[in-house]
């Protein structure tokens, strides 16, 4: 006969066994997460890197584009001073040939930056400087108050600066 505390022993071996074969499962799943988790971070932190370089190279390009737009806007400000500095008809607040070109170009360029969609936040030009008819000829007759171009310049926009031309 066998003897009952060999039996138990046996049923205590192989429940001990299946035990330690289950921990061991767990153990090892609980690693294989780890790495996946570890892979999708490092994956994660690499995208975050190409996507902040990206963003920097970005607001830098756009930056420069701001800052030659600046200079641009500078040299045609100089370049209207220095016209109208050494003009005898702008000093004497009527506007010469030479300043008129400046003034066009200048205003040219500028809607052509704001059709392209280059210029953030620009300041469109009105569109029209009359009786508020559009014809622009309006003076002292309809009563109104000169435009504040008819003021700095002595002219109606029809009778010189165009921005359409």
């Given at each position: 006969m066998l003897n009952?505390?060999?039996?138990?022993?046996?049923?205590?071996?192989?429940?001990?066994?299946?035990?330690?074969?289950?921990?061991?499962?767990?153990?090892?799943?609980?690693?294989?997460?780890?790495?996946?988790?570890?892979l999708?971070?490092?994956?994660?932190?690499?995208?975050?890197?190409?996507?902040?370089?990206?963003?920097?190279?970005?607001?830098l390009r756009k930056a420069k584009a701001a800052a030659a737009r600046r200079a641009k806007d500078r040299e045609a400000t100089h370049n209207l001073e220095m016209e109208i500095a050494k003009d005898e008809v702008a000093r004497t607040c009527r506007v010469g040939a030479g300043t008129l070109g400046v003034l066009q170009r200048s205003i040219r360029a500028t809607n052509d930056q704001?059709?392209?969609?280059?210029?953030?936040?620009?300041?469109?030009?009105?569109?029209?400087?009359?009786?508020?008819?559009?014809?622009?000829?309006?003076?002292?007759?309809?009563?109104?108050?000169p435009t504040l171009f008819e003021r700095v310049f002595g002219q109606t926009k029809s009778g010189g600066l165009d921005s359409t031309q």
């Amino acid at each position: 006969m066998l003897n009952p505390y060999l039996i138990i022993a046996f049923f205590l071996a192989i429940a001990g066994s299946g035990y330690g074969g289950y921990r061991h499962g767990i153990n090892v799943a609980e690693g294989e997460q780890a790495e996946r988790d570890l892979l999708v971070a490092n994956a994660y932190a690499e995208a975050t890197r190409r996507n902040v370089a990206f963003e920097s190279a970005e607001s830098l390009r756009k930056a420069k584009a701001a800052a030659a737009r600046r200079a641009k806007d500078r040299e045609a400000t100089h370049n209207l001073e220095m016209e109208i500095a050494k003009d005898e008809v702008a000093r004497t607040c009527r506007v010469g040939a030479g300043t008129l070109g400046v003034l066009q170009r200048s205003i040219r360029a500028t809607n052509d930056q704001i059709k392209a969609g280059g210029v953030d936040g620009a300041v469109r030009p009105v569109e029209s400087a009359g009786n508020g008819d559009g014809s622009g000829t309006g003076t002292g007759i309809t009563g109104r108050k000169p435009t504040l171009f008819e003021r700095v310049f002595g002219q109606t926009k029809s009778g010189g600066l165009d921005s359409t031309q």
